[in-house]
């Protein structure tokens, strides 16, 4: 079975600068995809970014981006220009190709991002 | 697009009574549906997985018989939890399949169950 490890329980940046949040990874399959999730207060999910784990090239979304080392079993969200609306939980996911199992996402326990004005 | 309907946003129900949750697909057929708990400052916890016109598959120690899953349509997938007991207050999140290709999901807006 595959687990997602966020170490990172909460983390605190200042509007304006840089946060990176930590995602580490175990499976055995070469095959994957890789997701974080915002979590506001509303509760709702809302996807930030993914990455395929056959692209060697880290994804990036605007003021979004991963440093995905797949030896590693690595997957870290950088968020450049903090803004207050980024405050929220943070969720690394994991998902098996289709056909692989089970396609419904594995989620690490998430780190709260505060951000100070 | 893609988006998924989930009601109600919360509810509150007594011990021994059932509960039920719908989501559905407003603009697509969502063949399959993951349904999710989340219990307070905790991880979402894949419970089981509907698919159109076949039994659900439930993850290991999630109750079948507690958490009744039915998918009966293209467009609808209902949880209901059956003899609600206080432990079973948490956070309930369904999510299907985008369509049109790529891996990526939507999610329903959530139900907070509260048994009291």
């Known amino acids: 079975a595959q687990t997602v490890t966020q170490s990172q329980p909460e983390m605190s940046v200042q509007e304006a600068e840089t946060v990176t949040l930590s995602c580490t990874y175990d499976t055995s399959e070469s095959d994957y995809y890789l997701f974080w999730y915002k979590q506001p207060p509303s509760r709702q999910m809302i996807l930030v970014i993914r990455q395929e784990a056959y692209k060697q090239q880290n994804a990036t979304e605007n003021r979004f981006s991963v440093n995905f080392q797949k030896a590693a079993k690595s997957f870290s969200l950088k968020i450049s220009d903090s803004q207050l609306g980024d405050a929220a939980m943070y969720f690394c996911?994991?998902?098996?190709?289709?056909?692989?199992?089970?396609?419904?996402?594995?989620f690490g326990k998430g780190t709260h991002l505060i951000i100070q004005p | 697009g893609a988006v998924v309907s989930q009601h109600p946003s919360w509810v509150i129900c007594k011990s021994g009574t059932s509960v039920k949750i719908e989501c559905r697909s407003l603009?697509?057929?969502?063949?399959?549906m993951f349904w999710y708990r989340q219990f307070p400052k905790q991880s979402l916890m894949l419970m089981a997985t509907s698919n159109e016109g076949s039994k659900a598959t439930y993850e290991q120690g999630v109750e079948k018989d507690k958490f009744l899953i039915n998918h009966a349509s293209l467009t609808l997938s209902t949880l209901t939890v059956t003899s609600a007991h206080p432990e079973d207050s948490s956070f309930y999140i369904c999510?299907?399949?985008?369509?049109?290709?790529?891996?990526?999901?939507?999610f329903g807006s959530g139900t907070r169950l509260t048994v009291v």
């Open positions: 603009d697509f057929q969502a063949t399959t």
């Open positions: 999510s299907a399949p985008k369509q049109g290709g790529g891996y990526g999901y939507t």
């Open positions: 996911a994991y998902r098996s190709p289709p056909g692989g199992g089970a396609d419904g996402l594995t």
